[in-house]
């Protein structure tokens, strides 16, 4: 599955997305599953302090490295001043509101294009509620990560809050934060 299958046909655009194209991928897969299969990479360097920086470019589609990525995303993390850091940048919980909330639009706007749903603007607001003695180890009965998060989504739109509310269910990390997955954790020293 390439971007390319859909350069012969017009490309027609609801919401600045290529519906065709869109269109495209969601016959490769259903054509073949394995086309919609999807792995992510970063890799991830200490700084110092609090600082630390991810590399993100390479995936795979479809079973094969992903060649159209010709630049690396580098992101900082660090912790605020309270919590020990220098503030250089927004600390790991901080990017998975981020994370939510950028997924949620992504997929509100892609569904509704494909469903011809016009969107003219999408605004919203994410907060998370977290317990540091968890994270401190300071109680074994306080969760170390969120116990609770929320997000408020504006969407200027004719579709119901309703409807626009289904689509943004579709969420990878919608469906990531909001049920429990295993994490295979392993730490090696050198």
């Known amino acids: 599955m390439t971007p390319q299958t859909a350069v012969a046909q017009q ?26 299969k999807l792995q992510f990479r970063a890799t991830n360097k200490w700084i110092d302090g609090g600082l630390n920086r991810s590399t993100i470019k390479e995936f795979d589609i479809a079973g094969q490295k992903d ?3 010709t630049q690396a995303f580098v ?11 220098v503030d250089s940048a ?11 909330v950028g997924c949620l639009t992504t997929t509100v706007v892609y569904h509704a294009a494909i469903h011809g749903i016009e969107i003219e603007a999408i605004d ?8 540091a003695r968890g994270v401190l180890g300071l109680s074994e009965d306080v969760r170390k ?3 609770h998060v929320r997000v408020k989504m504006r969407v200027k739109s004719d579709a119901s809050a309703e409807r626009l509310k289904e689509l943004a269910q579709y969420s990878a990390v919608y469906d990531t934060i909001s ?12």
Request: no cysteine; proline share 8%; charged share 30%.
């Open 145 to 147: 990560g969120f116990h």
């Open 90 to 100: 927004p600390n790991p919980v901080e990017f998975i509101l981020h994370a939510l």
């Open 67 to 69: 060649e159209t990525r």
């Open 75 to 85: 992101l900082d993390a660090d912790e605020p001043l309270p919590l020990a850091g």
């Open 124 to 131: 919203s607001e994410v907060e998370g509620d977290l317990d």
């Open 11 to 36: 490309p027609d655009e609801t919401n600045g997305v290529d519906v065709n194209l869109l269109l495209d991928t969601i016959r490769d897969i259903e054509d073949d599953a394995d086309n919609a």
């Open 179 to 190: 049920k429990s997955l295993p994490v295979d954790l392993v730490v090696e020293t050198y």
